[in-house]
Antibody, heavy 125, light 108 residues
Framework: QVRLVESGGGVIQPGRSLRLSCVASGFSFGTSVMHWVRQAPGKGLEWVAATSYDETTKHYVDSVKGRFTISRDNSKNTLFLQMNSLRAADTAVYFC??????????????????WGQGTLVVVSS | EIVMTQSPATLSVSPGARATLSCRAS??????LAWYQQRPGQAPRLLIY???TRATGVPDRFSASGSGTDFALTISSLQSEDSAIYYC??????????FGGGTKVDIK
């Protein structure tokens, strides 16, 4: 059974740093493309960052480039999001998610088949 | 960036009725589209991928159609547990992966 458990959220002042973690179990974490998706209070879903299985390729939404860093430790089945220079606009629930092993008819699997429950980050003075 | 637009923002329907939700992409996305259901206080759940394929365990009252730029999710015979926000997501051209703003389905 696939499980993704996020932690590390909390209340943090603007300009400070926070590191989120996501521990994965029940699947081959070390071969999976992993992501962070966030949801501001009462708002929709926003993809934040992605990392390939070996960290050779990483992508970020423009609003976090240069401030957030996604990383992983495959030996510990753990995904991280280092968040620096936090802003009020970064306040959100952060979900850990993955591209799963199923492919569509076009041979693509760039959709999120499993999600964690999320960890809340509140940036406020 | 491909912008996804969902309509309506809110849909209020009676139990047992049918609901049709729309999703439009600002650019061609072929059939590289997924739908998610998010119940209050929960994480999103994958419903549909490849524009029309139901994910594992999704009831067959959920169906989807479309390709190119216009897509629809239909929930036939609505049940109380279908009360949720539904999001579409394109994966044709990324980064970034982009979601629609969501449609809230209320069961009257």
């Amino acid at each position: 059974q696939v499980r993704l458990v996020e932690s590390g959220g909390g209340v943090i002042q603007p300009g400070r740093s926070l590191r989120l973690s996501c521990v994965a179990s029940g699947f081959s974490f070390g071969t999976s493309v992993m992501h962070w998706v966030r949801q501001a209070p009462g708002k929709g879903l926003e993809w934040v960052a992605a990392t390939s299985y070996d960290e050779t390729t990483k992508h970020y939404v423009d609003s976090v480039k240069g401030r957030f860093t996604i990383s992983r430790d495959n030996s510990k089945n753990t995904l991280f999001l280092q968040m620096n220079s936090l802003r009020a606009a970064d306040t959100a629930v952060y979900f850990c998610t993955r591209f799963g092993p199923k492919f569509d008819d076009l041979g693509h699997n760039y959709f999120f088949d499993q999600w964690g429950q999320g960890t809340l980050v509140v940036v406020s003075s | 960036e491909i912008v996804m637009t969902q309509s309506p923002a809110t849909l209020s329907v009676s139990p047992g009725a049918r609901a049709t939700l729309s999703c439009r992409a600002s650019h061609y996305v072929s059939r590289n589209l997924a739908w998610y259901q998010q119940r209050p206080g929960q994480a999103p759940r994958l419903l549909i991928y490849g524009a029309t394929t139901r994910a594992t365990g999704v009831p067959d009252r959920f169906s989807a159609s479309g390709s190119g730029t216009d897509f629809a999710l239909t929930i036939s015979s609505l049940q109380s547990e279908d009360s949720a926000i539904y999001y579409c997501q394109q994966y044709h051209d990324w980064p970034p992966l982009t979601f629609g703003g969501g449609t809230k389905v209320d069961i009257k």
